[in-house]
């Protein structure tokens, strides 16, 4: 009688699927649950390791959703400095998934946005995303009017998209203990002043990590019956841990807890996938390979090896995908076409000048 | 070229036609006057040689600047303040069609939007003022279409600003020639037909007289 590995493919064993292979000629890391072709509507976000999944995305002919585009005004440059084009939406990034559930429950109206605000030498600052603006807000009322804003482009990607592409980062955050607000960032770091009254340290457990992003899956269902998850998780080490462990123990034990809730939240949900950039960064056979000397950047080798796996795992089910070389690079949307009211508008002030210079 | 007897230099866009027509009519000496339309003063329309200030626009009047930034002349310019056009671009490319209001953009994306639309003008100010010269601006006469006079208002607000911190001055007649709401007043527009942005040149007039006073420059009635 056979037993149940005798039949088992070569990627199923470590020798022949990892020991034996050069670690770049590893294959089949993916198999997608649910294809997503070049037509799907996908939004992205999360931690800074999806930046590069959202410029991938675009650069091989994805229909990816900019959701809160930057004023056509502004040039590419300065909307990068305002941070437009990053993810779908201007949050900056989103390390743990009780902050994308805060923001979520805002978008949807599902609780009403906390109103803290920071303030440093009169300018204003958003506590869910201090960097937001360089030099902050001019007044409260600007920062909530353009936290309005991306709530409004939250929302619009959770109705519209197709697939919803967002990265787990960190299990560590900091609370407000007063009002149960969650900051991107611990107050006090890069905006706002610490209160060890009232900002928590929480390190979120498995439980925690799964049920706030299946909150976020059950509430983006109810807006968007068909959209589709992809989750991925950040290779990025921490940067630094206030658990009271040693960093290299904070970071195994906060990404494996991700990696676990990733992994079991594509089991337990039919719309739910899972892509494994973390292991394709992270894992023994590239020794490392993919990281810079700080040992916590990811090489540009790296990102570029997770997207090939990323497509390789698309085209094996059958999806067409371009090639970056296929793909036109993106131009300036072209100038509006002005009004002829506008038009009459040139046509009087050329008069005037030239009435000016009219010797006669 | 200047000469010892020109009392100031003009430089600006269609609505320094009018403070030119005074000044000439008045008898006051000048350098310059209007330029070039207020889309080609967006755009990089001049360079600094040796000091001064070489336009780069075509037509005959150009060779009227010579001088403009060594003459050592206080400079009365409406340069950059047809604010219209860029509110007009952001009303019709971007709150319109996402249904937004005009609080959706803060200061400091429509400074940085200013900079980038109009690299010309803020180029101008900065290189005028760095060559040492006493630069007054002037307000636009206030007359935009409604959709975007909201906008437009903002967006000088915070382009003097701008100008200020460089070390501008403003020439305002706003308080004596716009209503409650801000707009011009009808006896200040323009008389010629078919011109809903001009104004007359009582408010030319106005204008100059205040930037004379500013400046301190004396002129023989």
Same mark, same amino acid.
Not at chain 2, 17 to 27: E, M, P, Y
């Given at each position: ?16 699927? @990892? ?27 999360? =931690? ?55 923001? @979520? ?39 909530? &009017? ?215 | ?18 403070? &030119? ?42 060779? +009227? ?40 953009? =803060? ?110 420059? +004396?002129?023989?009635?």
């Amino acid at each position: 009688m056979k037993n149940p590995y005798q039949d088992l493919p070569a990627t199923a064993y470590w020798r022949t699927a @990892v020991a034996d292979p050069d670690a770049l000629d590893i294959t089949g890391l993916w198999q997608p649950k649910f294809p997503i072709t070049m037509t799907d509507q996908t939004a992205t976000s999360g =931690s800074c390791f999806a930046q590069h999944i959202s410029r991938a995305m675009q650069n091989h002919g994805f229909r990816w959703m900019d959701c809160e585009p930057a004023p056509p005004v502004l040039s590419p440059e300065s909307a990068k400095t305002f941070n437009y084009g990053v993810f779908s939406f201007r949050t900056g990034n989103i390390y743990t998934t009780t902050l994308l559930r805060q923001w @979520v429950r805002w978008a949807l109206e599902e609780e009403v946005p906390d109103s803290e605000h920071w303030e440093r030498d009169g300018r204003v600052f958003d506590p869910l995303r201090p960097q937001i603006e360089p030099g902050g807000f001019s007044s409260v009322e600007e920062m909530h &009017g353009a936290r309005a804003v991306t709530l409004a482009a939250i929302r619009e990607a959770l109705v519209s998209s197709d697939v919803f592409v967002f990265t787990l980062g960190l299990t560590e955050s900091w609370r407000n203990s007063e009002t149960g607000l969650v900051y991107s960032n611990c107050p006090g770091t890069i905006g706002g002043e610490f209160d060890a009254a009232r900002h928590v340290f929480a390190n979120d457990t498995y439980p925690e990590v799964y049920a706030a992003m299946a909150d976020v899956i059950e509430m983006a269902k109810v807006v968007n019956p068909a959209i589709r998850f992809l989750l991925t998780v950040s290779p990025v080490p921490l940067t630094a841990t206030a658990s009271g462990q040693h960093v290299l123990a904070a970071t195994t034990y906060s990404k494996s807890t991700l990696r676990a809730v990733a992994g079991d939240l594509a089991n337990a949900f039919p719309n739910v996938d899972y892509f494994p950039s973390y292991e394709i960064i992270t894992a023994v056979p590239y020794q490392g390979r993919f990281f810079e000397p700080n040992l916590r950047s990811v090489r540009p080798e790296g990102v570029a090896h997770v997207m090939s796996q990323f497509f390789a795992g698309l085209r094996s089910v059958g999806v067409e995908v371009h090639t970056e070389d296929q793909q036109q690079t993106p131009t300036a949307p072209p100038r509006r076409v002005p009004t002829e009211e506008e038009t009459a508008d040139d046509v009087v002030c050329e008069d005037e000048i030239l009435e000016y210079y009219n010797a006669h | 070229m200047p000469t010892d007897d020109h009392r100031f230099a003009l430089i600006g866009d269609s609505n320094s036609a009018g403070i &030119g027509r005074v000044a000439r009519s008045r008898g006051i000496p000048f350098l310059g006057g209007p330029l070039s339309n207020g889309i080609t003063l967006d755009g990089d329309f001049f360079d600094v040689e040796d000091g001064d200030f070489l336009p780069r626009v075509d037509g005959p009047q150009a060779a +009227g600047f010579t001088g403009l930034f060594k003459a050592g002349l206080p400079i009365l310019s409406t340069v950059g303040f047809n604010t219209q056009r860029i509110a007009q671009e952001l009303h019709h490319g971007f709150y319109r069609p996402r249904g937004l209001d005009h609080s959706a953009l =803060s200061d400091n994306v429509l400074r940085q939007a200013i900079e980038d639309y109009k690299p010309g003008t803020v180029k101008f100010y900065r290189a005028a003022v760095e060559e040492g010269c006493d630069v007054y601006a002037v307000y636009s006469p206030q007359r935009f279409p409604e959709p975007w006079m909201a906008l437009a208002l903002r967006l000088e607000r915070l382009l003097s600003g701008m100008l200020v911190e460089m070390g501008v001055s403003l020439v305002d007649v706003r308080p004596e020639t716009t209503d409650e709401a801000g707009r011009l007043r009808p006896e200040f527009f323009t008389e010629r037909e078919n011109d809903q942005t001009h104004a007359s040149d009582v408010w030319s007039a106005m204008v100059l007289d205040r930037f004379l006073d500013d400046a301190g420059i +004396g002129v023989m009635a």
